[in-house]
């Protein structure tokens, strides 16, 4: 069964900085590609940020390129997602989601498992 959890989430100024971890089990995690999406209130899930486990093609979206950075630890199977400058316009439920092919710009259709999600909320 495929487990994704989220952690590392919380409440931070504008301008900080937090760490997003997503720790996966139960497929065989080199051979995914792993995303984060977030979701906020009234607006559709987005993808931010996804990796590819097979060759480490990396994929950001405009509103974050320059700020966040998505790694993975094969050794952990844990990806993370590095986000720095926050700005409130960040806030949002944040996810990871497995993928079994990769696709350019993390197309939502592509992902089939999610976490629970983390909230990250950016004050002022």
């Known amino acids: 069964e495929v487990q994704l959890v989220e952690s590392g989430g919380g409440l931070v100024q504008a301008g900080g900085s937090l760490r997003l971890s997503c720790a996966a089990s139960g497929f065989i995690f080199n051979d995914y590609t792993i995303g984060w999406f977030r979701q906020a209130p009234g607006k559709e899930r987005e993808g931010v940020s996804c990796i590819s486990n097979v060759d480490g093609r990396t994929y950001y979206g405009d509103s974050v390129k320059g700020r966040f950075t998505i790694s993975s630890d094969n050794a952990k199977k844990t990806i993370y997602l590095q986000m720095n400058n926050l700005k409130p316009e960040d806030t949002a439920v944040y996810y990871c989601?497995?993928?079994?092919?990769?696709?350019?710009?993390?197309?939502?259709?592509?992902?089939?498992?999610w976490g629970q999600g983390t909230q990250v909320t950016i004050s002022s």
């Open positions: 989601g497995a993928a079994a092919v990769w696709g350019r710009r993390c197309p939502l259709d592509y992902y089939g498992s």
